[in-house]
């Protein structure tokens, strides 16, 4: 029996629907804003704030493994009902989310971790979204662009676990732009069009690989073209690929190139 913490995006469906064509055991604590599986009968309604009840439900359903998958959103503490383990856990939540919606999750984890219960990885079933090391298109990068995408690398090195960037923007050796609270596509919106820049999306050097990893899909190729990038570099086994042919088809069509390193 797996439990699915999900959220918010795409990827959580797709979790879903690979865990049910496994015919794996599971079950949902629904974290999205809006509730979005309701209608799957495995599904629960549980606010963060009632840790007990969530504890409870896992060790009820003898689930030996759970898994994070999609955005989970800081909520209205002012709002939340507490449990006795709400007010006893808490105080470490409300901190942490002065550092972001990532730094809750963490949090969460660090708390289950202390009642026993294990944390997988969110691509743990779908190994098949996270690309190895290649080039996946015919356009490559050049040996320019290489030394830019080195520094975009040095610079991810350098950052601390909490901080929020999760995507930058290079070119010609230079950072140009990185990603805030707001995500990706509002740190691309930045960028005069025509940019000939590389979107970078890589993992911390510290990040918990067992969620947030750096997610990509066609929406991110579309804002790409929109603003004139030449190319998206990922890391290889620490990402989040969605629709890959389409993306492969569209950045081939658009001269964009995809390297995975």
């Known amino acids: 029996m797996i439990g699915l913490f999900l959220g918010d995006t795409d990827f959580p469906e797709i979790v879903l629907k690979k865990i049910i064509k496994l015919k794996k055991k599971y079950f ?11 209608k799957n009968k495995n599904s629960n309604r549980i606010s963060i704030g ?4 969530i504890i409870n439900l896992i060790k009820e359903k003898k689930s030996k493994k759970v898994l994070f998958a999609g955005k989970i959103s800081k909520p209205k503490f002012s709002t939340l009902r507490l449990d006795l383990k709400g007010i006893y856990y808490m105080p470490s939540v409300i901190k942490a989310a002065k550092s972001g919606d990532a730094a809750i999750i963490k949090v969460i984890i660090k708390i289950l971790e202390r009642e026993k219960i294990k944390v997988i990885s969110s691509n743990y079933f779908n190994p098949e979204l996270s690309l190895m090391t290649k080039n996946y298109t015919k356009l490559k990068p050049t040996l320019n662009d290489m030394k830019s ?6 610079y991810f090195n350098q950052l601390n676990n909490l901080d929020h960037v999760q995507a930058l ?14 995500g990706t596509k509002k740190m691309l919106s930045k960028l005069k069009k025509g940019s000939e820049a ?3 999306k890589l993992p911390k050097k510290k990040q918990d690989l067992r969620m ?13 073209k929109k603003y004139g990038l030449k190319g998206i570099v990922l890391k290889s086994k620490k990402n989040i690929f969605l629709d890959k ?4 088809n569209f950045a081939n069509k658009n001269k964009i190139f995809i390297k995975i390193i």
């Open 28 to 38: 949902i604590i629904d974290f999205s804003k809006n509730n979005k599986f309701k």
């Open 50 to 53: 009632r840790f007990g009840k």
């Open 149 to 154: 995408i080195k520094k975009g690398v040095i």
């Open 169 to 182: 923007v290079v070119k010609d050796e230079k950072v140009l732009a990185s990603e805030g609270y707001q």
């Open 198 to 200: 590389i979107l970078i």
């Open 212 to 224: 947030d990893l750096p997610t990509i899909g066609l929406n991110t190729f579309k804002d790409c």
């Open 245 to 248: 042919d389409k993306c492969i």
